[in-house]
């Protein structure tokens, strides 16, 4: 009988019959099960889902691979507690004293929670990834200067540069058609302004119209950092690596990583027009014993940190502002009382706006742009009361810990006010977007005056709608590290100034 269009013809002789399959198939799953069983130490009094430790922490891995840990850390969390088992040698905490304890801790040897190996799988040695204690503070000694709330004022003028050109670009596509997509232009303009603060040289992503190749590697790297981790000892990532290094993607990782060093190295031997962070690093490096190479790949690892980060940052905050009318409104009546437009926003003024302040920390409060926490090996102490034995992973989810109902009335919705009410009763200090202790985000201040500028000039220069799909921003994200973004479609409108 002839098989109807648009169907496959089914020789039973042709496919391998049942018996066959549960031959080969149940004993590959058996070793697998094997493989994945937790290597290190149990961790005694932590509660978890009873089935996973069984099932080696599939859920958990289940959740990594679709995009949904941040969310079910969360749901564990809610379920089981303050600290929680997510797999069989790795636990979760959501409270300020587990975040303080884990990441609070000194940087003495045997007494701090250092990184896991989990950042090895992401890079070379670097300011992100080392696990040394020693080599670390060396790197962010001769960096964080460049970084601090003193150092980044002198960088306003350059941030005001690039979004005069976003706005610029942006109304150009608006004499094509009101509906535009910002998305891919808000990464334009991190990319440019990291690269400029940094290096001294817009990238020109925005004038490009895209982003480099190379410049959106991070999420990616994440993503098999993370079924490296999670998998680790079974063969799979061994098998993944090698079918990535064959048959698929062969060279893109080497290629994004020679093009980043070449720009860097380049930008080291140019001579500089302003006093960029490269400029400072340089001159302080010279009395140091960091080889110019360790420079150029740190450089690298700061740069590539910030990119995701920001515009993750930025398109949230828009999206929560334009669909609360009336933070929208109190939002505009505050910059238009002390600025006309883009083209006088000052870093000054901005870091002093209260409710600009309060949308922006109340953004990195719902949508925190690295929910699920980096990953910590315990020396052997106690977290929020519980002792969890060296060796054992934990981490706090930011995420889960940013909803934590102890902490915040109505965890779930957007209330700048929380932020200027005198009488609010939410615990101000569980919101930790960039973590605390010596780990924490090196580029904190400047992450925060880039919000401040874009988003104020932002307000000030386009009457804005949110037109896209989505209707519960956080639901509709992917978290692979960052969040996957929805679509932040909107319906523009130059302001008139009157
Ligand atoms: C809103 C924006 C940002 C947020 C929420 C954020 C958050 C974080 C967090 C949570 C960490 C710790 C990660 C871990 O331990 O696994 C971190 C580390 C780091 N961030 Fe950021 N970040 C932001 C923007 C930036 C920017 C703009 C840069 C650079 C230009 C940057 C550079 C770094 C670096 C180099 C580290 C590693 C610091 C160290 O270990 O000493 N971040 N960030």
């Not at 701090?112 to 000694?141: E, M, Q």
Request: aromatic content about 10%.
């Amino acid at each position: 009988m002839a098989v109807p269009s648009g169907q496959f013809e089914i020789n039973p002789s042709g496919i391998i019959s049942l018996p066959i399959l549960a031959i080969v198939l149940i004993p590959w799953l058996f070793i697998l099960f094997i493989q994945l069983l937790p290597k290190g130490p149990i961790i005694k009094g932590v509660p978890g889902s009873f089935l996973d430790l069984f099932l080696c922490g599939s859920a958990t891995k289940f959740a990594f691979l679709s995009g949904r840990s941040a969310h079910y850390f969360h749901s564990l969390h809610e379920s089981y507690g303050k600290i929680v088992r997510f797999a069989p040698g790795q636990a979760t905490t959501n409270t300020i004293r587990g975040l303080r304890n884990i990441y609070g801790a000194g940087s003495g040897k045997g007494t701090a929670f250092l990184k896991t190996g989990f950042y090895k799988g992401i890079s070379r040695r670097n300011i992100f990834t080392a696990s040394d204690p020693v080599y670390h503070a060396s790197v962010r000694k001769l960096f964080a200067p460049s970084l601090s709330p003193g150092s980044m004022q002198a960088h306003a003028g350059v941030i005001r540069e690039r979004i005069l050109h976003l706005h610029a670009t942006m109304k150009e596509k608006m004499e094509k058609t009101d509906t535009l997509s910002l998305n891919q232009l808000l990464y334009c303009h991190s990319v440019d302004t990291v690269s400029e603060v940094l290096l001294g040289k817009p990238l020109g992503c925005l004038k490009r119209g895209k982003p480099y190749f190379w410049t959106e590697q991070l999420p990616r790297i994440f993503y098999w950092s993370t079924i490296r981790d999670q998998f680790k000892g079974s063969g799979v990532p061994t098998m993944i690596k090698w079918m990535l290094r064959h048959l698929i993607r062969k060279g893109v990782r080497q290629s994004a990583e020679q093009a980043r060093m070449r720009l860097i190295n380049e930008q080291l031997g140019a001579s500089h027009t302003r006093r960029d962070v490269m400029v400072e690093v340089m001159e302080r490096a010279g009395t140091g014993d960091l080889p110019v190479p360790e420079i150029a790949e740190n450089f690298s690892a700061i740069m590539l940190a910030g990119f995701h980060t920001t515009q993750n940052a930025l398109c949230a905050t828009i999206y929560f502002v334009l669909t609360h009318p009336e933070v929208h409104a109190k939002l505009n009546q505050e910059l238009r009382s002390v600025f006309t437009s883009a083209e006088d926003v000052s870093g000054h003024v901005a870091q002093d706006l209260p409710y600009l302040n309060a949308v922006i920390t109340e953004s990195l409060r719902l949508y925190p742009p690295v929910p699920v926490g980096g990953p910590r090996v315990s020396p052997g102490a106690y977290v929020d009361g519980t002792y969890i034995p060296a060796g054992t992973e934990i981490c706090t989810s930011i995420f889960a810990l940013h909803h934590n109902p102890e902490y915040f009335n109505e965890p779930y919705e957007f209330i700048p006010e929380r932020w200027t009410e005198p009488d609010c009763t939410d615990k101000k200090e569980a919101v930790q977007p960039f973590l605390v202790g010596s780990r924490s985000c090196v580029a904190k201040y400047f992450a925060k005056q880039m919000m401040q500028l874009t988003l104020a000039a932002f307000f000030l220069d386009f009457n804005a709608e949110y037109v896209g799909p989505v209707k519960d921003w956080q639901r509709e994200s992917r978290c692979y590290a960052f969040w996957e973004l929805p679509d932040l479609k909107l319906k523009l409108r130059k302001r008139e100034i009157d």
